[in-house]
C-alpha cells in the first residue's frame, strides 16, 4: 500500500508539472504573438493620446482573458487617478505640445470622476497647452468631460445626445407572478427601493419622489459644472428642446450641435489628425498621422509616486461582497486584510478610505467597518473619501471615519436594510409537483423554497433586518453626533446628493481625494513627501499580472473605426439592459441581507454588465488561486 501511495503521489507531482508547463507555454505564445505586432515606440515628443475606449473608473476590474485572445467580453476599464496623473503631469510636461482624448467608444463615468478629469484638463489649457476631444457622439458623462478642452470635434454624421439623469428601470413582478415564485420581502425605509422590482410593476410614489428629487439635483450640478467650463454653449437650451435637430435641422445634429456652441468643429479622423498634426507635429515614424504618445506609454515614462508618501490610501470600489475579491469589487475579507496590513507597516501614519460603492452585503460592510475602527484604536487619524457614490453599505463604512469628504455631486445615505427570499411552491404546483414531510421544531426545513415559507420564519427574518436596521441608525447617530430620532428622519433607505448631505451633517466637508489626504496628513502632523499619498491596492495573482501587461501593449494599437452615433446610442441602451439583468441575478444570488441602492447604480456611473475579475470562481480564478497555493 505504501508503494501505491508514492506512486499515486509521483503521478500527481507529474501530472502538476505537465499541466503547469502546458500553461507557461500558453501565456508565452500569446506574448510572443502580440509582441510581434508590437507598434513602434512612441516619439519622445507630441500630444499625450489617450483613447478612452470604456469606462472610467475608481478602481478597474482584473484584466479580462478572453480580451487577449480576440474575444473581449466587455469593455476595458480606466483607472480615475492614472489618467487624471498622466492628464495633470502634461501640464507641465515640455514634450507634450497638446492633450488629445479620443471618446468616439467612451462608455461612461460618474459626475464626480468627470470634475475631476475635466479640473485635470483645465490645468492644461492654464499652462497654455491646447486640449483636444473627438467622437462620433458625445453623451452625457462624455460631454462633461468635452466641455472643459479648448476644442471640441464631432463627426459630421455625430450627436451631440445630453439625456439628463433618469430613465426606466425593469420590473419583474409580472414575469414573477407568470412564473409562479413568490417572493418574501423583509424590509425597513419607506425609501428602500431596491426591492420594488420583485414585487411592483412599477415606482412606488415615495421612490419616485426620492428619485426625482436626486436626479433635479445631479442635473442642476452637471449643468452648472458645464456652463462654468464653457459659458457659450446653450447647453441647458440645447437638452430642452431636442426636436430642434429634426425641425430646424432636418436631421443634421452635428450641426445643431454646432450652432448652439457645443462644438467648435466638425470634422472626419483625417480633418482631426490634420489639426493635431499642426499644433504637435508630424510622427516621424507613421507617415500622415500626427507625433502621440498613448497614455499607457505615458504612464510608464511617468509613474504616479506610490511609495514616498506615510498617508495610506485604501480604495472601497464596486458592489460590497462577502469574503475575497479582486479589484472592482469590495471583498470584505479583501479589504479587511488591506487596513490590517496597513497598520502593521510602520511606514502607514494616517488612513484614507476612498469610497465609491452603491452598498452590498452588510456582514461584508460590517467587515470593512470594523477594521477602520481597529485602525483608530491603533492611533491613526481616518478620513473618508467619498467618489460618485457612497450610499447603503458604503456610507455603513463611512460611518468609520473621523472626517467625510464629499462633492456635491456625490450619491450617498440611503441608510436602510432588505432581504429578499424567493420560493417556489407556485411554480411546482403549476406543473404537480407538492412537497411534504415532518417536523421537529417551528424551523425545521426552513425556509423552505419549495413548499412555501413558514410564518415565523417570516417573523424572524423580519425582525432581523429591523435590528440590523437600528444598528445602522444607531452607528449613523453616534457617528454624526445626531440625535437617534433625527438619524432615523434622514434615513428611511432615501438617497442625497451630496449637497443635500452636507446640510443633513451626514458628511462634513466638500472635497475631492487630495483634500481627504492633506487632512489625513494634518491630523497625523505629516509634512513635505511624507504627506503624500501610499496606494494599499490588492495584490493581482500572476495570471491577472501577466494578462494586464499584455492588454497594455494590445492597447497602443491604433484606435479602430468608428461606429455611427446611433449604433453606438443602441450598445450603450444594450449594456444598461444587460447591466440591470446582472444586478438581478447577483441579487437573487448573492448576500442575503444587504444594504444596497438600486438607484446608485444608475444614477453613481456605468452600469457593470459582467462579474467583476476575482469575484466569482471560473476557471480563471481556479488557476490564479492554483499559481498562488504553488
Known sequence: MGFIKGAWRLLMVVKDALVLLFLIGFFIAIYAAISMVRPAPAPARGALYVSLDGALVEQPAGSDPLSVIGAPESAPEYRLRDVVHAVETAAGDDAIKAVVIDLSRFTGTGHVAGQRLGAAMDKVRRAGKPVLTYAVQYDDSGYQIAAHASEVWLSPFGFVAIAGPGGSQLYYKGLIDRLGVTTHIYRVGTYKSFVEPYIRADQSPPAKEAAQALASSLWSNWIANVHGARPKAQVAAYAADPMLVARDFKGDAAKAALSRGLVDKLGDDYGFNDRVTEIAGADPENDGT???????????????????????????????????????????????????????????????????????????????????????????????????????????????????????????????????????????????????????????????????????????????????????????????????????????????????????RLVDAFGGLDDAVAEAARRAKLTGTDARPRWLDPTLDPVSQFLGSVSARAGTKARPAALDWLTLQSRRREQAAQGALVQARAMLSGSAIRADCLECRGLGGPPSTVAKAGANGGIWGWLGAWLNAR
Open 290 to 504: 500626427y507625433a502621440s504618445i498613448p497614455l499607457e506609454d505615458y504612464l510608464r515614462r511617468h509613474p504616479a509616486s506610490r511609495d514616498q508618501g506615510k498617508v495610506g490610501v485604501v480604495t472601497v470600489a464596486g458592489e460590497i461582497v462577502d469574503g475575497e475579491a479582486g479589484p472592482g469589487s469590495a471583498g470584505g475579507d479583501s479589504i479587511a486584510a488591506l487596513i490590517d496590513n496597513a497598520l502593521a507597516d510602520d511606514k502607514i501614519k494616517a488612513l484614507v478610505v476612498r469610497v465609491d460603492s452603491p452598498g452590498g452585503s452588510v456582514t461584508a460592510a460590517e467587515a470593512i467597518r470594523q477594521s477602520v475602527m481597529q485602525a483608530r484604536k491603533a492611533g491613526l487619524p481616518v478620513v473618508i473619501s467619498m467618489g460618485n457614490v457612497a450610499a447603503s453599505g458604503g456610507y455603513w463604512i463611512s460611518t468609520a471615519g473621523q472626517k467625510i469628504y464629499a462633492e456635491p455631486s456625490t450619491i450617498t445615505g440611503s441608510i436602510g436594510v432588505f432581504g429578499i427570499l424567493p420560493s417556489f411552491e407556485g411554480t411546482l404546483a403549476k406543473i404537480g409537483v407538492t412537497s411534504d414531510g415532518v417536523r421537529t421544531t417551528p424551523l425545521s426545513g426552513e425556509p423552505d423554497v419549495t413548499g412555501g415559507v413558514s410564518p415565523a420564519f417570516n417573523a424572524i427574518a423580519q425582525s432581523t433586518v429591523e435590528h440590523v436596521y437600528r444598528q445602522f441608525v444607531g452607528l449613523v447617530a453616534s457617528a454624526r453626533h445626531l440625535p437617534v430620532d433625527q438619524a432615523e428622519k434622514i434615513a428611511e433607505g432615501r438617497v442625497w446628493d451630496g449637497g443635500s448631505a452636507r446640510q443633513l
